[in-house]
């Protein structure tokens, strides 16, 4: 009974490891933009979206294989994030917050509709390149998928670590985040680093739409409320951190499977999925609350 | 010696208020300038026309060239500023920070400039992974001249160097800006509210006062003359 659970619980914490995956890389996305624009975006999820029908037209009407068409659509979803940023955000990055929040939820429907427009509310089905196997690791079945989008976040999040730690453009990146004038004054041209700030949150939301379509399937609305899960792991992390991004992540995706894993006992009957949203809005009340910095986040000093 | 820096005729603003209205000066290769004068005189404005963090008129030329465009445009034609408050980036570490200010150069001696500019802060060598921002007030003031230094400027512009600084670390400053003077020619502006400091600091200084020069001449003569020393820099 006590080691039938206990793989049962393995069990959710696996797969809850691959959601958390894909919820890293969301609110690491979220991060990049809000260090530096100081904003939420919130077209986030539908951009990730609409990357995800690119690749999923170029492998279903184009016959491309996965892997090519992953990566096509890293390189498109980029360049489309720098054209975001030059063609809607910056004209109105002057201006209060409120107008780049607007601009971010009007981006939101327009993406939203552009996607229904041009492929139909339809849901589709994109393959996941992992396959179907599932393997039996001491009684726990962890599906090809579930590894592979582990591996894949977690490498993608190393590539970018690499990037911000180890290169110029990356300090220049970091810089621009601390102190926009001062990064001017040295040199750097703060505009341009800004968009591609928002080519690499373009190509993070990529890389998770791509991941998520194949378990939940491909529908205008998919990211919806994996958006709100990245809120709550990038709160919960802290939402200038990016390491509190990717732990963040990681740890709602298990806080959230044991709704599932705790659904089986009697006693804990009324734990459903359906709690799933709720109980992360809870995560994003609860923490702003009791500790607004996140867990990696350093509290906000007003400088006088 | 040749003429490196000419301000003619400069106004700036900030909005609707005119802060500079009519300032012209010149800077010589090799110099030591002071800018003086009270709170409001437009002291840091000057140096923000320079380097093109306000919106400016007038002619400001450096080695006989037009300084157009933005503070980029200004750090990559060899202006580096230190501006007021330590401009540091706090959550950087200090050789984050210095390599920063190698940002405009295109050539591989980063590194060898990081142990040229440490020979004049040793500190910075066992330090180098330290949060700026962790550090003390003098620490980040000599942090962000050692930073203007990695983009081997051919003008120094600083800002109030002295601004919350006790008088034995102010001294250590310009004594440090001496030497890189004398050792390297670096050509510097230096603005300040501390007038005994700076005349001692510099060969010739200009005082302003509500946004025009007012007066100038050699430190040593603005220095010694009593009526000058009350009227204009108030000790």
């Given at each position: 009974?006590?080691?039938?659970?206990?793989?049962?619980?393995?069990?959710?914490?696996?797969?809850?490891?691959?959601?958390?995956?894909?919820?890293?890389?969301?609110?690491?996305?979220?991060?990049?933009?809000?260090?530096?624009?100081?904003?939420?975006?919130?077209?986030?999820?539908?951009?990730?979206?609409?990357?995800?029908?690119?690749?999923?037209?170029?492998?279903?009407?184009?016959?491309?294989?996965?892997?090519?068409?992953f990566v096509a659509t890293l390189a498109i979803s980029f360049v489309g994030g720098v054209g975001i940023h030059r063609v809607v955000i910056r004209p109105v990055e002057r201006g209060s917050v409120l107008r780049i929040v607007i601009v971010t939820i009007g981006l939101l429907v327009a993406i939203n509709g552009f996607v229904v427009w041009q492929w139909s509310g339809e849901p589709q089905q994109l393959q996941s390149p992992f396959g179907t196997d599932v393997y039996n690791v001491g009684g726990v079945v962890v599906a090809a998928h579930d590894i592979g989008?582990?591996?894949?976040?977690?490498?993608?999040?190393?590539?970018?670590?690499?990037?911000?730690?180890?290169?110029?453009?990356?300090?220049?990146?970091?810089?621009?985040?601390?102190?926009?004038?001062?990064?001017?004054?040295?040199?750097?041209?703060?505009?341009?680093?800004?968009?591609?700030?928002?080519?690499?949150?373009?190509?993070?939301?990529?890389?998770?739409?791509?991941?998520?379509?194949?378990?939940?399937?491909?529908?205008?609305?998919?990211?919806?409320?994996?958006?709100?899960?990245?809120?709550?792991?990038?709160?919960?992390?802290?939402?200038?951190?990016?390491?509190?991004?990717?732990?963040?992540?990681?740890?709602?995706?298990?806080?959230?499977?044991?709704?599932?894993?705790?659904?089986?006992?009697?006693?804990?009957?009324?734990?459903?999925?359906?709690?799933?949203?709720?109980?992360?809005?809870?995560?994003?009340?609860?923490?702003?609350?009791?500790?607004?910095?996140?867990?990696?986040?350093?509290?906000?000093?007003?400088?006088? | 010696?040749?003429?490196?820096?000419?301000?003619?005729?400069?106004?700036?603003?900030?909005?609707?208020?005119?802060?500079?209205?009519?300032?012209?000066?010149?800077?010589?290769?090799?110099?030591?300038?002071?800018?003086?004068?009270?709170?409001?005189?437009?002291?840091?404005?000057?140096?923000?026309?320079?380097?093109?963090?306000?919106?400016?008129?007038?002619?400001?030329?450096?080695?006989?060239?037009?300084?157009?465009?933005?503070?980029?445009?200004?750090?990559?034609?060899?202006?580096?500023?230190?501006?007021?408050?330590?401009?540091?980036?706090?959550?950087?570490?200090?050789?984050?920070?210095?390599?920063?200010?190698?940002?405009?150069?295109?050539?591989?001696?980063?590194?060898?400039?990081?142990?040229?500019?440490?020979?004049?802060?040793?500190?910075?060598?066992?330090?180098?992974?330290?949060?700026?921002?962790?550090?003390?007030?003098?620490?980040?003031q000599m942090l962000a001249l050692g930073r203007a230094l990695m983009s081997r400027p051919r003008l120094l512009l600083l800002d109030e160097p002295s601004l919350g600084l006790a008088p034995m670390i102010v001294r250590e400053f310009f004594r440090i800006v001496r030497r890189l003077n004398e050792d390297e020619g670096l050509t510097v502006l230096v603005v300040e509210q501390d007038a005994r400091v700076a005349l001692n600091a510099s060969e010739r200084a200009y005082v302003l006062e509500v946004g025009r020069v007012a007066l100038t001449g050699a430190s040593?003569?603005?220095?010694?003359?009593?009526?000058?020393?009350?009227?204009?820099?108030?000790?």
């Open positions: 009974m006590l080691a039938a659970s206990f793989t049962d619980f393995m069990q959710q914490v696996v797969s809850g490891l691959a959601s958390g995956g894909v919820y890293a890389l969301l609110a690491l996305a979220l991060v990049i933009i809000h260090r530096s624009t100081g904003v939420i975006n919130f077209a986030q999820g539908e951009m990730a979206t609409l990357s995800t029908y690119i690749a999923w037209a170029l492998v279903a009407h184009h016959a491309w294989g996965y892997w090519p068409a989008t582990i591996v894949v976040a977690l490498g993608i999040v190393a590539l970018l670590w690499g990037l911000f730690q180890f290169t110029k453009v990356g300090l220049a990146l970091r810089a621009v985040a601390v102190n926009p004038e001062e990064a001017r004054l040295v040199g750097v041209r703060v505009s341009w680093m800004l968009a591609l700030g928002w080519g690499l949150a373009a190509l993070l939301g990529a890389v998770a739409g791509m991941l998520t379509a194949p378990t939940v399937g491909l529908d205008p609305n998919m990211m919806a409320a994996v958006l709100i899960y990245a809120f709550a792991s990038a709160i919960l992390g802290g939402i200038d951190s990016p390491i509190g991004a990717v732990v963040g992540g990681l740890l709602i995706g298990v806080l959230l499977n044991m709704l599932s894993f705790l659904s089986q006992y009697d006693m804990f009957g009324w734990f459903t999925e359906e709690l799933r949203l709720p109980m992360a809005l809870l995560v994003i009340l609860v923490v702003l609350l009791v500790r607004p910095q996140g867990i990696f986040g350093r509290p906000e000093v007003k400088r006088v | 010696m040749k003429t490196l820096l000419e301000l003619d005729g400069v106004a700036a603003r900030y909005g609707p208020v005119q802060a500079l209205h009519d300032v012209s000066l010149v800077v010589r290769e090799g110099e030591v300038v002071a800018v003086l004068g009270a709170n409001g005189a437009g002291k840091t404005t000057t140096l923000r026309a320079i380097s093109g963090t306000v919106s400016r008129s007038g002619a400001i030329e450096l080695d006989g060239k037009q300084i157009r465009g933005g503070p980029e445009a200004a750090a990559k034609a060899g202006i580096a500023h230190v501006p007021e408050g330590r401009g540091t980036f706090v959550d950087l570490t200090v050789t984050e920070n210095l390599k920063l200010g190698a940002y405009v150069r295109r050539d591989r001696s980063v590194k060898a400039d990081i142990q040229r500019v440490a020979e004049y802060f040793p500190w910075m060598t066992e330090r180098g992974g330290q949060r700026a921002g962790t550090l003390s007030g003098g620490e980040q040593a003569e603005l220095r010694d003359d009593e009526s000058v020393r009350r009227s204009y820099l108030g000790y």
